[in-house]
């Protein structure tokens, strides 16, 4: 027997209706140089017909064409956000932190026809212009640039505002797209190897969306005003920009000021009341707050996910400045939400952390299986870790491959049976509580054991005069592998590596202590500011890190 019910498309069109019509006096407020600049969302469904009619009439852009766009967190981005796939086109949020080269690559590799630049990354462009394909024919830049960045350019420079200046503010958006065809397209950061991309449908990015306003996620309303500090290259900003249409969220775009201090100024100033970022961005934020004379009290949620969230972090903000913070986990593949932790009813606070530290629960829509190393089934008990495995509406059954070509699913990301390898090992509780060790790539096995990078380094963090901790595995000759310690201290910092040492042996076995420290000034970073183990664990191959050996006393 089939249902009788109506059978009508998920597509972001609907998000872009809904939002321009019922919730068309919500804003979208950017910080700029010169102040915030708002506009409501009818005004930016408005101009997002207008990009639309540009991108159709004057470039050419048909359905099934790639539009990328290469900007921050802003209006116009917004725009675009909402724009090419309403009318059909597939978009491609460029990473403006990647590589040159990988930049290049995924430009050519997603055949991008036109590319939404904002002014002031102009220049990172420009410098791989002469390594695109001719599949890029049209660039459209947002704000002041310099022309002549572009002399060598052979194909279309529009300016933004000047390309949708007076062209009609309603657009015939697509009603009748299949919610599978795709909407958007995120390339993987990965730090070895050419990035992947993942293709969201339409249907894959509006239920994605009704998590992400869902009571047990960030539960986004009208009455919330939501900071994305996320880039809106990074998985979506996970969700964030189509989600605030769905809900009416009034959103904070923090465009390229990203530092602490502007983050502090523009949370007290405009006072929204969720914000998601990764830790090494709330990190800094924190000491900001610390320092004092910014009010944050707005937020009522922050949701930290993108790497192990360190429990200092959560509790600094917690105790210090009264705000929740939330850990999550995701990945590109996965839409990013995975899992989201708010620990279960009738338990003290002090009680509820030890479930607030997990990355959390799954939604009902993500399913979630463990398998340990000759590929059996790993009981979900707490204890028990293998490499996680998921499933759903919003995860990645494959990559893309390029235009034209069966997408890819390589035997390490995938299952046989279609789920999606995450690569990251961990625990799940019988009621669900997911807990990380370690991507599989970076547990350090220690003499047949496995010791958890994230655990130490959240133990290392939790010291008062720790700024940052990353820990990776290095090569030893007796146990095969062993812990590398590598910190930033804070400013003015009074502990040495020994008081380090001690720190961590009373909270951890003492099997697990690295013999091996550095005191660095930063902590390598990937393009979306987490961790870069890889590149970590080649500079103390090449011997650029000052190693100090610590053994028992
Ligand atoms: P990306 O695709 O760049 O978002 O990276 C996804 C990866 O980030 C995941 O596979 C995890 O290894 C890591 N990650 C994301 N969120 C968390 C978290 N809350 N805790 C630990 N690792 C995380």
């Known amino acids: 027997m089939f249902s009788t019910m109506q059978d009508v498309p998920l597509t972001v069109t609907r998000i872009l209706r809904h939002g321009a019509t019922v919730h068309g006096t919500s804003t979208v407020t950017t910080w700029t140089e010169d102040g915030p600049v708002v506009r409501t969302f009818a005004e930016v469904a408005a101009r997002s017909a207008q990009l639309a009619h540009a991108l159709r009439d004057e470039l050419g852009i048909r359905e099934g064409d790639v539009v990328a766009t290469l900007m921050w967190n802003n209006t116009e981005h917004q725009e675009a956000y909402l724009a090419v796939p309403s009318m059909g086109a597939v978009l491609h949020t460029l990473n403006l932190r990647l590589p040159a080269q990988q930049l290049a690559y995924i430009v050519n590799h997603a055949a991008d026809r036109v590319i939404v630049v904002d002014g002031s990354v102009l220049p990172l462009l420009a410098a791989v212009l002469p390594q695109l394909a001719d599949t890029l024919e049209h660039l459209v830049v947002s704000g002041p640039y310099d022309p002549a960045l572009l002399a060598g350019f052979a194909g279309g420079v529009h300016e933004y505002e000047a390309l949708i200046a007076d062209r009609p503010t309603d657009f015939p958006w697509r009603d009748d797209l299949d919610e599978r065809a795709a909407a958007a397209i995120c390339y993987t950061s990965g730090t070895t190897g050419d990035p992947k991309g993942v293709v969201y449908s339409h249907r894959s990015v509006y239920l994605h969306c009704m998590q992400v306003n869902a009571a047990d996620s ?59 970022a990764v830790p090494t961005i709330w990190n800094g934020l924190l000491d900001e707050l610390d320092a004092g004379g910014h009010d944050a009290t707005s937020l009522r949620m922050v949701v930290i996910g993108g790497s192990a969230c360190p429990p200092a972090l959560m509790k600094g903000f917690e105790e210090r400045h009264g705000i929740r913070v939330v850990h ?226």
Do not use: C
């Open 328 to 553: 999550a986990w995701g990945m590109t593949e996965t839409s990013p939400l995975g899992t989201f932790a708010t620990p279960p009813a009738g338990l003290t606070a002090e009680q509820e952390w030890p479930y607030r530290v997990t990355q959390g629960r799954f939604p009902a829509s993500v399913e979630a299986r463990l398998t340990g190393p000759s590929g059996e089934r790993m009981p979900h008990d707490g204890v028990s870790a293998g490499e996680l495995e998921v499933r759903g509406p919003w995860i990645a059954g494959a990559y893309f491959a390029g235009a034209g070509r069966d997408p890819e699913r390589p035997a390490d990301k995938f299952s046989e049976d279609g789920w999606l390898r995450t690569g990251d090992v961990g625990t799940i509780t019988a009621d669900g509580f997911l807990t990380l060790t370690d991507r599989a790539k970076d547990v350090i096995k220690s003499g047949g054991e496995w010791i958890s990078s994230v655990e130490l380094e959240n133990q290392l963090m939790a010291h008062p005069e720790v700024a940052e901790a990353a820990v990776v595995a290095v090569p030893d000759e007796k146990w095969g592998e062993r812990p590398l310690a590598t910190v930033v201290l804070r400013p003015g910092a009074t502990a040495g590596l020994r008081e380090l040492r001690a720190f961590l042996a009373e909270r951890v076995a003492s099997w697990q202590l690295p013999e091996r420290w550095a005191i660095v000034e930063a902590v390598p970073k990937t393009s979306v500011g987490k961790f870069d183990k890889k590149v970590i664990r080649a500079d103390y191959a090449a011997e650029r890190l000052e190693v100090t050996l610590l053994g028992k006393e």
């Open 218 to 276: 960030f539960g986004l309303t009208g009455q919330d005003t939501v900071l994305p500090v996320v880039p809106m290259f990074h998985v979506n900003a996970w969700g964030i920009p189509h989600a605030a249409f769905m809900s009416g969220a009034n959103l904070l775009m923090p465009d390229r000021f990203l530092q602490p201090k502007p983050l502090a100024e523009m949370i007290d100033r405009i006072r929204p009341t969720v914000s998601a």
